[in-house]
């Protein structure tokens, strides 16, 4: 069994767990559009491609398919993400399976308005949001939003364009000189938690749930965390899962506020603090190698061991090009 990982960039960990030889997979091969993507040299082959906004970077990825006997293709980036699930016929038919989420879902979780309003319309919890500032003020005079905020691109992924507001004025120019559409949410004054979620290819449900409480966070990944459980909170991801249209590697930020959960993002992908749930035994390349050779997973939610922390530190490789 022969996966392709694409845009490895830094997940240089991934890579290695892919390879573990317990998970069945014969071959692991990387692919960037950098030669300084350090995760390619993990691999056991890589590959240099055009961006993905390339015209001809699908028929490059098909063709690496085809010269490497590919039988899966899992993609890292959020805007290939849709890209590869909006042609995932073209793969299928090749014989590849796309480990991705369906195209509506990804859409909507890009999306951190239409995001929201999923959430509210399915009665789910989730931090109070709005599209620009006259409709926070409406929503500030009505006592349902109030400073300090969060503004954040509507279409933004980590970190990128984030910023605590805690004034009306400051509010409006940033939202009216921003290049892009933000995102208006209500500052959660309380514990963060991240979520590693697999949910089954095959049964489409979710088999494999781990938490942690965030410790620290740097450049928009999680650099300290412990393990946790909790039944409430497995209860509300099942919840969250069961109205998206969700397959694979989940990424979800949850925060608790005068203890209740409230679901923030989802990103439909491998998560960077992914290798903590690794190291706890949540082993999903084990669990994509099993779907791949049409097994179904078995429920094994919550199945690991509390208060063990991550602390993660910078390492580096270097090598002649």
């Known amino acids: 069994m022969n996966i392709l ?3 490895c960039g830094t997940r240089n960990k991934l890579i290695r767990y892919f390879k573990e030889p317990e998970n069945g997979v014969s071959r692991v091969v990387g692919t960037d559009c950098s030669p300084y993507a350090p995760a390619l040299y993990e691999a056991d082959a890589h590959y240099l491609v055009p961006r993905m906004t390339s015209p001809d970077y699908l028929d490059t990825i098909l063709k690496i398919c085809q010269e490497e006997s590919i039988d899966a293709v899992l993609p890292l980036q959020e805007d290939e993400l ?13 014989g590849i399976t796309p480990i991705v989420s369906d195209r509506q879902a990804i859409e909507l979780c890009r999306d951190k308005y239409a995001f ?15 599209q620009n500032p006259d409709e926070f003020t409406k929503r500030f005079e009505a006592g349902e939003m109030n400073f300090p905020v969060f503004i954040k691109p509507v279409r933004g992924c980590g970190s990128i364009g984030i910023q605590k507001v805690d004034n009306m004025e400051l509010l409006s120019v940033l939202c009216k000189y921003s290049p892009e559409d933000m995102l208006i949410q209500q500052f959660a004054e309380g514990e963060e938690y991240g979520v590693d979620l697999y949910v089954d290819l095959l049964s489409r449900r979710p088999v494999s749930i781990f938490t942690k409480k965030k410790l620290r966070m740097r450049a928009g990944e999680t650099e300290k965390s412990v393990s946790v459980k909790d039944e409430a909170l497995f209860s509300l991801i099942r919840q969250t899962a069961a109205s998206l249209s969700l397959a694979g590697p989940i990424d979800m930020d949850v925060f608790r506020i005068n203890g209740c959960y409230y679901i923030s993002e989802i990103n439909p992908r491998f998560g960077g603090g992914y290798p903590h749930a690794h190291v706890c035994g949540m082993n999903f390349p084990k669990l994509i190698a099993d779907n791949l050779a049409g097994r179904e997973n078995t429920d094994a939610v919550g199945q690991y061991e509390e208060g063990v922390c991550m602390l993660k530190y910078t390492d580096l490789m270097t090598l002649k090009l």
């Open 116 to 130: 929201y309003r999923h959430m509210t319309q399915n009665g789910l919890p989730v931090l109070p949001s709005c």
């Open 5 to 7: 990982i694409l845009s």
């Open 82 to 94: 849709y890209l590869i699930a909006s042609h995932s016929e073209l793969f299928r038919e090749a």
